[in-house]
């Protein structure tokens, strides 16, 4: 729960969260510092925000900032400087830590770990936790799992001197790319991309069938297009569609799950996804439009299972769509906000032709400024023909300021935000952009401390070599059997999901399980690409399913309902990631055919719509249990490679399709 802050609190909080901004997009085009340095002033940043933003404890009054907050917000933010201060020192005692440093990483520490607790609760940092009591007490177990032994200062200096620890890799990519693309999500949100979703939706299926349900599918995908963050997604996209669907008649229930379930895919929907899909790229060395393109079928899968899943309780339930004249048209929504699209599309087209998602998502920041900034002025311009000009100049121009380097750009974004100060509505874009700023740097808190606390773990797994003995017993048992390993990864995600962010519970499992996945012959990017969608998942499963209490504060309904609601919304999901496993052309892997894609898509479809069939318990007509459990058995020897089952699967497939086509036509005669 955040603070609600008025007068000078505020005034400190908002110019607090500008220069963490501001800082940002300056190592982001300039890169002016070594990477730890930036690492740990990230770090610092993040310290002094939590506390200024977020109390110790919910209860009471959150108006004020107490002293000790105060005290631990100055306290956050000058150690963050502590590695530019002392750089050249500590690189020349590397690995031998002097007592200044193990009591400034200590504090360090404690305050990443307290700051997690009061964004993301205990759960994370219990589990933190325990892997630093195993760091320091390890050799006391039993020998199966204990390890060598290790003094505090080592561990201390695994944690925070160096980029194993609390300033690892997620840190990195927390204050390099996902920052940057976070605020590129604000700025688009702020300056009206969830309208536009949202018009674009409902002119699209919002008078079919079950069709405010489905607005929600579609805008959440869309909003997926920009937003990495499952839980912003519903948040933002749910107060429209949540009251949407519960106003034509399905429950709060089955309108949050939906929400949930939707805006959960946004995580690995191309192009901007969740910041896993960042890690990823820098933990497995490749370029993130690999990611991207392994990413993009599964994504639409996902979807499709979401909007199939609606569509069968719609005509469960009986539900119709709104009136056709309700409906907003999609193509006047596209002509009065068209250049709300360009970024995005700017964004695309930069991260397929190679560039890095540094620059694209620089770039992708500038022109949104630029065009929000330029729309304020063209609003003010005569003439329909003056406007078309005034914007094929100003995209002209931007254009062609990119390819030369930043400053001309930051030169035009300049002279259009003086421009705006004499324009009519000028200030209000520029308080737009402002709010973008403060909103984006609030919006990184979780994730940022999410990615340095996770460093814990990387830090102690590195020292003591645990992972090891987990991957060395699903190697024993995928050598028996691969789906048995498969199944107890996804338990264990799902396990750690329950308690976790996708984040931490991705670096976690792949950190132990993916290497061993990888050696039963799973391809790398499918075995990172496996962990991360059942983490996605675990984030829709009770007891502690981030995205459905997020749904449940708009649905005003029970979470740990929506939760079970939204699992079995999902449940047919579940199929992908097994399917890619024994068939990588599902993810763009491995040798590749036109043939071979499309063949395991349809295939990937099939198994969907049968497992969706048997869920709800109903296709064109109520199903009786008999054909549920046909249909579930024909979509299980689906997901598998094999030949034999393929053709089992089929073939029980065209059974229960004819069998529901006969029973169809007998209602329809009756």
Not at 279 to 308: G, H, Q, R, S
Not at 373 to 379: C, E, N
Not at 533 to 546: E, H, K, N, Q, R
Not at 649 to 660: D, E, H, K, M, T
């Amino acid at each position: 729960m955040q603070r609600h802050l008025s007068g000078l609190p505020l005034k400190i909080l908002t110019a607090s969260a500008l220069s963490f901004s501001g800082y940002q997009l300056v190592v982001a085009a300039f890169h002016p510092l070594s990477s730890l340095v930036i690492r740990s002033l990230h770090v610092g940043f993040l310290l002094m925000l939590c506390f200024l933003l977020y109390p110790a404890l919910k209860r009471g009054k959150h108006n004020n900032i107490p002293w000790y907050d105060w005290l631990l917000a100055a306290t956050g933010f000058a150690l963050g400087t502590y590695q530019w201060i002392f750089e050249a020192d500590l690189i020349q005692r590397a690995g031998d830590p002097s007592t200044a440093d193990l009591v400034v990483g200590t504090i360090v520490v404690a305050l990443v770990f307290e700051a997690v607790r009061r964004i993301l609760g205990l759960a994370l940092p219990l589990v933190c936790g325990a892997f630093l009591l195993y760091g320091l007490f390890g050799q006391y177990l039993p020998d199966a799992i204990a390890h060598r032994g290790f003094g505090y200062d080592q561990v201390i200096g695994q944690l925070f001197t160096g980029t194993e620890g609390i300033y690892g890799i997620p840190t990195m990519v927390s204050a390099t790319y996902i920052f940057l693309f976070i605020l590129f999500g604000a700025f688009l949100e702020h300056a009206g991309m969830i309208n536009l979703f949202n018009a674009i939706a409902l002119g699209l299926v919002g008078h079919a069938k079950g069709g405010p349900a489905k607005v929600a599918v579609i805008s959440s995908g869309f909003m997926g297009t920009i937003s990495g963050s499952g839980v912003a997604n519903v948040l933002t996209v749910g107060q429209f569609t949540i009251p949407l669907m519960k106003r034509f008649g399905y429950t709060s229930v089955f309108a949050g799950a939906v929400e949930a379930t939707s805006s959960m895919g946004g995580q690995i929907m191309p192009p901007v996804m969740g910041a896993v899909a960042f890690i990823m790229a820098e933990t497995l060395n490749v370029p993130y439009v690999d990611i991207v393109k392994a990413a993009a079928i599964p994504a639409i899968l996902y979807y499709v299972t979401a909007f199939w899943m609606v569509h069968l309780e719609a005509g469960r339930a009986g539900l119709t769509g709104l009136p056709k004249e309700q409906c907003p048209s999609p193509v006047a929504a596209l002509k009065k906000n068209w250049y709300l699209v360009l970024p995005l599309a700017a964004l695309v087209a930069m991260l397929f032709h190679g560039f890095t998602p540094m620059f694209a998502g620089m770039t992708g920041l500038a022109l949104t400024a630029i065009l929000i900034l330029g729309a304020a002025i063209a609003a003010q311009l005569s003439g329909m023909a003056f406007r078309y000009v005034f914007w094929i100049a100003l995209g002209l121009g931007a254009a062609t300021f990119v390819k030369l380097g930043i400053y001309p750009v930051l030169a035009i974004i300049a002279v259009l935000a003086v421009a705006c100060l004499w324009v009519k509505g000028g200030r209000k874009t520029l308080h737009t952009m402002k709010s973008s700023l403060v909103d984006g740097a609030k919006q990184a808190l979780a994730v940022g401390l999410a990615c340095a606390i996770v460093g814990v773990i990387i830090g102690v797994l590195t020292l003591t070599g645990a992972a090891s003995s987990f991957a060395g017993f699903i190697l024993e048992v995928g050598a028996n059997s691969l789906f048995l390993s498969l199944l107890l990864t996804m338990i264990v995600c799902l396990i750690l999901g329950m308690g976790i962010p996708t984040i931490p519970n991705y670096i976690i499992t792949s950190s132990i399980a993916a290497p061993a996945l990888l050696k039963l012959g799973v391809p790398l990017i499918v075995s990172h690409m496996f962990v991360f969608y059942f983490g996605i998942m675990a984030d829709l499963t009770p007891p502690v399913a981030l995205a459905a209490f997020a749904a449940a504060s708009i649905a005003k309904d029970s979470p740990m309902k929506i939760g079970f609601k939204a699992t079995q919304i999902a449940i047919a999901g579940f199929v992908i990631p097994y399917m890619a496993v024994y068939d990588p052309a599902l993810m763009l892997q491995g040798e590749l055919t036109v043939a071979a894609v499309v063949y395991v898509v349809c295939k990937a479809l099939l198994a969907i719509g049968l497992w969706g069939a048997a869920s709800v318990g109903y296709l064109w007509a109520p199903l009786k249990l008999l054909e549920r459990l046909i249909a579930v058995v024909a979509a299980a020897l689906l997901v598998a490679a094999v030949p034999l089952t393929d053709q089992l699967g089929f073939a029980l497939a065209a059974v229960f399709l004819a069998w529901q086509i006969m029973q169809r036509r007998k209602l329809a005669v009756a």
